[in-house]
């Protein structure tokens, strides 16, 4: 114990052990609080900006100064209490908020822990009379709107949604959900119509589907097709809309078509949202497909820890007993296995391991194991070099004379070796580990630039990042060589990397004094 106190205190006053810890710890921490750091899905999370979307930080240079930023005027509210309710204004009904009666796709709604109870009743209008065109028929009995300030160039586009279920409807024949914006100028935008089939399918509701929740999702790229006048001609709805800045009122309107004198019945409501997509997003931005490279970043350090130390603790226990065995022994021990040691050292180690995990790849029974097959080969192929340094340290441990005193006293091998031979080797055991994380988080990284393919389809790497980006960062003068896609793994890769040969070196240092004198 009084060793390891002063072990402890010996490497902080190391400034390098102390900066290369601070950065592991940095990036322990990332990949342990991955779930709750990020939000966005780093493999499937498609769109949650624009593609090409540059750090938002980045809009304090010229250059990206007016982009406009992703954002949330209205986020997907879940109506769990009096304060989500209060967000918004309201007219047309009785309103309640109700704790999470959500009972519809569990996929979709287990974000959401509440929702909003609207309850109705509307008689039905005279023939031929309808308060919208593009919604025949339909008549308004709920409104709610939230107003918010725009003050950025226009966006490349926006995607309105919501969740409605039509818990229990009574003479009526059709539901209609209709999203509306008042801009700044006036004008009144609505983004609801059923002269398109694909809106159509949006935000019309029949009776056969009242009783369940239906997600209604409307992108901007779809009015152009929608016959409203306001998109008429327009190549772009999203800059259509926000041609200004200024104040913009949101609206979510339900309609009702009465197929009777009286029509009544109730909603439930929740995970309403107004999605501005813009050009500037998030702490690092987003690839081509418009997915969060935060994310990636985040749960990319996962796998490159993962493998590192795994392998390196891997490799560097094998080597130790092999090399305790092998330098304490000698003899016929010593023999085989130095003979081993070389066979593998002459081995090509990365076209190996490019050629077994492509084989590996092929199997998916194997596949669904990929990573400890990665690791597994890693310590195999490199516990020999391990082996033949812990070797060479005990061959010079076990000729001093308290190892000699011991033997004499009748101190069997065992004995010696975990008393006087293994504590001298434990300082090279230590370094050895750090030294060798770097190793194989650079070799994962390399396999992944190597499209070997060594992660399952749902994970990311930081390597596979660099792959991913690499064609634009080399061609792609349109986007500025997309430099936040590449630039943060590649430095993640060598800081990471360098915080554990700082780490080794102070260690090393510490448990070998003549290093420590100089």
Known sequence: MRGARRNARLFLKSKIGVIGLAIILFFVILAVFA????????????????PYSVPEWATVFPRYHDLAVTSYPVDANSFAGPTDVSQF??????????????VGPPGNLTKYSGSLMV??????????????????????????????QYTTKPPTNFVVSAF???????????????????APNGANYSFSSLGSYALKQEVEITPQQFGAWKNVTIPSGLLPLSGLPGFEGSSNSAQAVFSQTGTYTFSMELQVVPSGSHARGTFYLTGVTFHILGKAYGLLGTDIYGRDLWSQFVWGSQVSLLIGVLSAVGAVGIGTVTGLVAGYLGGGPDELISRVTDFVLVLPFLPLAIVLISFLGQNPALYQNIYAWVIGLFVVLSWPGITRIIRGQVLTVKERPYVEASRALGGGPMHIIRRHIFPNVMGLVYSQTALNVSGFIILEAALDFLAVGIHPINTVTWGLTLTNALSDALTNSTVDYAWWWFLPPGFAIAALSLAFVLVGFALDRIFNPRLRAR
Do not use: E
């Open 89 to 102: 204004s309201y007219a047309g009904s009785n309103i309640a908020y109700a704790a999470a009666p959500l």
């Open 164 to 182: 409605v279920d039509p818990a229990s409807m009574t003479n009526v024949s059709a539901v209609y959900v209709n999203f509306k914006m008042l």
């Open 35 to 50: 779930p709750y750091i990020t939000t966005n899905n780093p493999v499937f999370g498609y769109n949650v900006s624009s």
């Open 119 to 148: 309850n109705f009743s509307a008689a039905a209008a005279p023939a031929g009379q309808s308060t919208n065109p593009y919604l025949p028929g339909g008549q308004p009995v709920f409104v709610m709107t939230k107003s918010f």
